[in-house]
């Protein structure tokens, strides 16, 4: 499956095939070549193979619906209505303008209106819409518009910080620089008492317990 060209990650654009694998190969071949080595020798021969399943794994969030992911919730919360947060979720994409790792932390923080979603779903939500080409302004968005669009909170909160290596491994090669990019929605946005709580938490100034 394919998204369109928005990335929503419900409406799939029909007009667009995935090539085969054979022809998956033979673009590394090429690549390969492009590059000045020999995609016979002994050490590139199964190389294009391996690059092509890679990028399946790299890029699954192309096969996965993060809507579909959140959509069972429970609602026997006992009346909890208080902030959820779920930090230092860790991040894998890349980048769409030059394919290469994007490598950082996600910090999610919702107050749920009367329902609540597994833990595991908002990092799996994460895996979803970072497993494609990305910018990481657009993926901070996507991943606030989800969790806002299903679980209809009273609020959402999303701050990722993430490592370029577009920026780190090429062009002006600048190390140890992460890029932060927040989305807040609703309570988040409104209050600043609720935005500031939340902050302080994803920081690690709240009491943090270990198991």
Avoid at 18 to 37: C, H
Wanted: net charge negative.
């Amino acid at each position: 499956m394919i998204p369109d060209a928005q990335g929503a990650g419900t409406s799939l654009r029909c007009d667009l095939v995935r090539p085969s694998q054979a022809e998956a190969e033979a673009a590394v071949r090429t690549l390969l070549l492009w590059a000045g080595d020999d995609p016979t020798r002994e050490g590139l021969i199964d190389t294009p193979a391996r690059v092509a399943r890679s990028y399946r794994e790299l890029f699954a969030g192309y096969e996965t619906d993060p809507v579909q992911l959140l959509q069972r919730s429970f609602e026997e919360v006992a009346g909890y209505d208080e902030m959820v947060v779920l930090r230092d979720i860790r991040l894998e994409s890349h980048c769409e303008h030059h394919m290469v790792p994007i490598i950082g932390r996600a910090h999610i923080g919702y107050i749920p209106r009367g329902r609540v979603v597994g833990i595991s779903k908002l990092a799996r939500v994460v895996d979803a819409f970072a497993k494609r080409l990305q910018i990481q302004e657009k993926l901070t968005a996507q991943i606030a518009n989800a969790i806002n669009d299903v679980l209809e909170p009273i609020g959402v909160a999303v701050v990722l910080e993430g490592s370029h290596q577009c920026m780190t491994t090429r062009g002006v090669h600048k190390t140890g620089v992460a890029m932060v990019t927040s989305t807040m929605l609703g309570a988040f946005r409104d209050d600043h008492a609720t935005r500031r709580e939340f902050l302080s938490i994803i920081n690690g100034r709240a009491n943090t317990f270990e198991g």
